[in-house]
């Protein structure tokens, strides 16, 4: 799936055009936000049945972006069919196409993948070949923003993992940017890791770009002597980075990690830029509204309980105010850098798993995996960790180095007894293990952090 030359110069001319926005003014940022987003609004409104009905009483003219009602995966799917713009895009059809991964383009016009996340539901996502263009256009970007660290684009020596499902996001942005202009080693989350470390010592990556949880696995083995290589840039996606790993990742190749952070829902949304204050989210790409439990904005430098996001470049399948279950801390304010779009300053975790519990009365009681991941978060030197609910009780898989894992053990323990205790939830047993490195999503490559044995 080459992209053709035409397909090109396409992106070029975007580039430009996401140039010149990131030398807005914050109220020229707003303004020009609110333009696209009443621009999306009106189209979704009249060439899609189902915003059609739920904006019913909406004026594109003349509204506010906290009036509209939220949606989530469930809706989004639910409704599929009436809620795309393009009415020959049917959700029955796009499953049958997913499910012999590797073909073309879906009717010679549209990117199709799908997204699972670690909730287990999966959700489809579409966009056509111009929305596709600003999704490249945006991976272009971060090449350019991490250029004051000393690489040349054109030439320089690019490992990356991506996801080895065809109908993967970063498997398809991977495949475009193979145009031959940069030197590239493609590797396979889930490939075998001796045969990753041998490739990576043999390619000498200038950039390294990888899973969180990947990078910091290559940052041991760098630390340990048995890969040798001396990346100048290190950027991690697509799961939660910790405290620890980022130290890992440091002291095994002297450089701050960058870190993307985006989603199948609004692929490009964001990068941190060379001062490293934070993520910016590239507002003019999409909107992140940080809130609580009741949808409500959060005032900047709290955690949310979720974020509400809005793709502003994808008119095929409108996705406004869709609720995600991030949490994320945000500032405004300048960066030195002169870029004005807001910035994410921790990312907390991702898409809550909920777990059923029964107090010492019998009710029933949910704790979430984000209740569990502040107990995490507060024991330094984690690097990685899975947790598996089942009927024996709460089993903690954990990677940390070895001098720090008794105090981890007993922190923990104490930790997780104090919290049920706190909740009358009686525990059969916590158990806490330390393992050399945690076990994949067989389909996504991708950490499996929570999961519930229980089969409830
Ligand atoms: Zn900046």
Same mark, same amino acid.
């Given at each position: 799936m080459r992209m053709a030359v035409d397909g090109f110069l396409g992106i070029l001319a975007y580039g430009r055009e996401l140039r010149k926005n990131e030398r807005l003014t914050r109220s020229g940022v707003e303004a020009m936000q609110r333009g696209k987003l009443s621009a999306l609004v009106r189209y979704a409104k009249s060439h899609s049945e189902f915003y059609g009905k739920l904006y019913r009483d909406v004026d594109p003219g003349n509204f506010?972006?906290?009036?509209l009602p939220v949606i989530d995966k469930d809706v989004l799917m639910e409704h599929f069919d009436t809620l795309v713009?393009?009415?020959?895009?049917k959700r029955k059809d796009l499953e049958s196409f997913l499910a012999?991964?590797?073909?073309?383009l879906y009717g010679n016009r549209y990117y199709v993948m799908s997204s699972g996340g670690s909730s287990g539901k999966t959700g489809i996502f579409v966009y056509d070949r111009k929305e596709w263009r600003t999704v490249i256009a945006g991976t272009y970007r971060w090449t350019r923003m991490i250029?004051?660290?000393? #690489?040349?684009?054109?030439r320089t020596r690019v490992a990356s993992v991506t996801s080895?499902?065809?109908?993967h996001p970063s498997h398809l942005i991977g495949k475009c940017l193979d145009i031959g202009v940069t030197n590239k080693l493609n590797l396979y989350a889930g490939d075998d890791c001796e045969s990753m470390i041998y490739r990576l010592n043999a390619f000498q990556p200038e950039v390294l770009i990888g899973y969180s949880s990947m990078v910091d696995y290559w940052a041991s083995a760098q630390i340990g002597g048995r890969l040798r290589i001396r990346p100048r840039v290190v950027a991690t996606n697509s799961e939660l980075r910790t405290p620890a790993m980022e130290a890992n990742i440091e002291t095994a190749w002297g450089v701050k990690p960058f870190c993307q952070y985006s989603m199948t829902e609004l692929l490009s949304l964001s990068s941190d830029c060379a001062e490293r204050r934070g993520i910016h989210v590239f507002e003019d790409l999409g909107i992140v509204e940080a809130v609580d439990g009741e949808n409500r904005p959060v005032p900047d430098g709290t955690k949310s309980s979720r974020i509400l996001v809005t793709?502003?470049?994808?008119?095929?399948q409108p996705i406004i105010r869709y609720r995600i279950d991030d949490m994320l801390t945000m500032e405004g304010g300048n960066c030195p850098c002169g870029m004005e779009f807001r910035r994410i300053t921790a990312i907390h975790g991702r898409e809550a798993v909920r777990f059923r519990f029964r107090d010492r009365k019998g009710r029933e009681t949910v704790v979430t995996s984000l209740d569990l991941l502040m107990l995490l978060e507060s024991?330094?030197? #984690?690097?990685e960790y899975q947790v598996l609910v089942d009927g024996g009780g709460i089993h903690l898989a954990i990677v940390a180095d070895g001098q720090a894992q008794e105090g981890i053990r007993t922190g923990l323990t104490r930790a997780f007894t104090a919290h049920f205790d706190g909740l009358d939830i009686p525990v059969a047993e916590i158990s806490v293990s330390f393992v050399d490195r945690i076990e994949r999503n067989p389909k996504s490559g991708k950490r499996m952090p929570f999961i519930d044995g229980t089969g409830s």
């Open positions: 506010r972006l906290a009036d713009t393009d009415k020959s895009l012999h991964p590797g073909r073309p250029r004051g660290s000393g #690489i040349k684009v054109p080895p499902k065809p109908e793709n502003l470049y994808n008119f095929t024991e330094p030197g #984690i690097r």
